[in-house]
């Protein structure tokens, strides 16, 4: 059963810096797309950002473009989450897709991923 594992999240303040890390429990995803959701109480899930599985190219939402990076290596994703505000808070998802042929292909709707982890808990007080 393929997990992933998300870790980094906490309670900051406004302006402040997260580093979260998604790892596959037992393997790594060294050829797969991967991406980062986020949830906030009361909406929907939204996308925040995504990598191709070669790691050249990534692609954010409009908003958080310039605030977070995402970045990866065989092992772990990595979403660097800087100048943060209270909106920021939510429950942020690792997700993978299973089945990226094209090394540069990058995905943003949910259900362009196959396997999701339970998500880290980001507050950001004012």
């Known amino acids: 059963q393929v997990q992933l594992v998300e870790s980094g999240g906490g309670l900051v303040q406004t302006g402040a810096s997260l580093r979260l890390s998604c790892a596959a429990s037992?393997?790594?995803?060294?050829?797969?797309?991967m991406g980062w959701f986020r949830q906030a109480p009361g909406k929907e899930r939204e996308f925040v950002s995504a990598i191709s599985w070669s790691g050249i190219s990534t692609t954010y939402a409009g908003s958080l473009k310039g605030r977070f990076t995402i970045s990866r290596d065989n092992a772990k994703v990595y979403l660097q989450l800087n100048s943060l505000k209270p909106e920021d808070t939510a429950v942020y998802y690792c997700?993978?897709?299973?089945?990226?042929?094209?090394?540069?292909?990058?995905?943003?709707?949910?259900?362009?991923?196959?396997?999701w982890g339970q998500g880290t808990q980001v507050t950001v007080s004012s």
């Open positions: 037992g393997r790594t995803f060294s050829r797969n797309a």
């Open positions: 997700a993978e897709r299973d089945r990226s042929a094209n090394p540069t292909q990058v995905y943003t709707r949910s259900d362009d991923y196959d396997y």
